[in-house]
């Protein structure tokens, strides 16, 4: 007598729920988010990558999914080559990362996000009256920020025009 497991006609709905609420589990597994692979995406300027996280962040269960998601969809604009489509990804990432800021503006990492993504914007977009304001702060609060916020703040210091290592390293 063979024995087909895969086939589940005969089975009562639930237990065809909990088949699939164990693939649920086991997939959602398989792509955890992690901060520090948030962060390599963002610096690796590869559309491929963003796209991978930006994924994986909407997956998560993490309060700060709206950021991050906002953060990527501006990288993101800046790697897509028609003008419609990167001002349409840009403005749905900007509503997202300013609809964070509001909620949390306590937040540091979400400062460090916009910074980040203002030093770099176009001009057209107009993003960048908080630059000043957003690099005092992360200045002022490196010293307590998790050690991978930390690191990819040092690793993006030296593409920044507000942000210096030397600053972080003396204190």
């Known amino acids: 007598m ?5 086939y589940l006609p005969n089975h009562p709905p639930a237990m065809k729920r909990c088949v699939l609420f164990i693939l649920l589990i086991v997939h959602s597994g398989l792509q955890n988010f992690d901060k520090a692979g948030f962060y ?4 690796s300027g590869k559309l491929e990558a963003i796209e991978k996280e930006l994924t994986i962040v909407a997956a998560a269960d993490i309060k700060e999914r709206e950021a991050y998601e906002g953060a990527l969809l501006m990288r993101k604009a800046g790697l897509l080559s028609r003008p419609r489509e990167k001002l349409a990804t840009f ?12 909620k949390d ?7 460090f996000l916009r910074l980040m993504i203002q030093e770099h914007a176009p001009r057209v977009v107009h993003y960048d009256k908080d630059q000043e304001q957003d690099s005092q702060d992360v200045i002022r ?4 920020l998790s050690p991978v916020l930390q690191k990819a703040i040092l690793n993006y210091c030296p593409h920044s025009k507000l942000l210096h290592c030397e600053k972080y390293l003396n204190e």
């Open 141 to 144: 609060a490196f010293p307590t």
């Open 91 to 102: 403005r749905s990432g900007y509503i997202k990362m300013e609809s964070s800021i509001t």
């Open 40 to 43: 390599a995406a963002m610096a």
């Open 2 to 6: 063979k024995v087909n497991y895969l």
């Open 105 to 111: 503006s306590g937040n540091i990492e979400y400062h």
